[in-house]
C-alpha cells in the first residue's frame, strides 16, 4: 500500500468555522490530490497539487484553499465552513503526470453542523 | 456535467458467477481508463486499467473492457467473490487533465 495518511481521519465542526485537514505521504510522488466524495456523484477533484507550492484547481474548487509548502504534505482548508460541505475527503498521490494511476488515502470523515 | 456516468447504482451476483460493471463516458478525448474498488471506512483502491490503445486488459479474475465507438467500458470479475462486494468507481483521464469518476456501482456478491 501506497504509505499516504489523512489526519483527522474524523471531524465535527460548527458552520463558520475554519477546518484544515491534512494529508501525508511517504512515497515522494510529485502529485497530490484532495477529493470530495458524496452519494451520487463519486468522487470530485477540489484541488492538486504538482510540486511544492505548485498548486491548481479542480472540478469543486469554491470555499477551498490548499497549501504545500514541502512534498510530503498538502494541505486543505476550508476558510469558512458550510453544511454543504459535509462529506468524506480524500488525499490521492500519483508518482509523476496527472494522467497516472492514483493512489488513495484512508479518507477523512467532516461534518458540519 | 457529468462525463463519466455509472448508471447501475448497485448489483447483486450469486457466487461463482460473473459480475459486470458498466460505465459510459461522452468525452471522446479521454484516453486513459480505470476501475477502483472502495471498502467501507477506507480509501479506493486501484484495481485495473486500460489505454484506448486496447480493447481489453485482465488481470487475474478481472478483466476491462473498451468500446470506444461506444464510448462505453465494462469491468468483469469472473468467478466473483464474497469478498469484491464494495463500491467500484470507473474513472477516465486524458492528457494533462484531472481524472473524472463515476458515480459508483455498489457490488454485492451472495454466498
Known amino acids: 500500500d501506497a504509505g499516504i495518511t489523512q489526519s483527522p481521519r474524523h471531524k465535527v465542526t460548527e458552520t463558520g468555522t475554519p477546518v484544515t485537514l491534512r494529508c501525508h505521504q511517504t512515497e515522494n510522488h510529485r502529485y497530490m490530490y484532495w477529493y470530495r466524495q458524496d452519494p451520487g456523484h463519486g468522487l470530485r477533484l477540489i484541488h492538486y497539487?504538482?510540486?511544492?507550492?505548485?498548486?491548481d484547481k479542480g472540478e469543486v474548487s469554491d470555499g477551498y484553499s490548499v497549501s504545500r509548502s514541502k512534498t510530503e504534505d498538502f494541505l486543505l482548508t476550508l476558510e469558512s465552513a458550510t453544511s454543504s460541505q459535509t462529506s468524506v475527503y480524500f488525499c490521492?498521490?500519483?508518482?509523476?503526470?496527472?494522467?497516472?494511476?492514483?493512489?488513495f488515502g484512508p479518507g477523512t470523515r467532516l461534518l458540519v453542523l | 456535467d457529468q462525463q463519466v456516468k455509472q448508471n447501475s447504482p448497485s448489483l447483486s451476483v450469486q457466487e461463482g458467477r460473473i459480475s459486470i460493471l458498466n460505465c459510459d463516458y461522452t468525452n471522446s478525448m479521454f484516453d486513459y481508463f480505470l476501475w477502483y474498488k472502495k471498502y467501507p471506512a477506507e480509501g479506493p483502491t486501484f484495481l485495473i486499467s486500460?489505454?484506448?490503445?486496447?480493447d481489453k486488459n485482465e488481470d487475474g479474475r478481472f478483466t476491462v473492457f473498451l468500446n470506444k465507438s461506444a464510448k462505453h467500458l465494462s469491468l468483469h470479475i469472473v468467478p466473483s467473490q464474497p469478498g469484491d462486494s464494495a463500491v467500484y468507481f470507473c474513472?477516465?483521464?486524458?492528457?494533462?487533465?484531472?481524472?473524472?469518476f463515476g458515480a459508483g456501482t455498489r457490488l454485492t456478491v451472495k454466498p
Open positions: 497539487s504538482y510540486g511544492v507550492k505548485d498548486t
Open positions: 486500460i489505454s484506448s490503445i486496447k
Open positions: 474513472a477516465a483521464t486524458m492528457k494533462d487533465n484531472d481524472m473524472r
Open positions: 490521492a498521490i500519483s508518482e509523476s503526470v496527472i494522467q497516472e494511476t492514483q493512489y
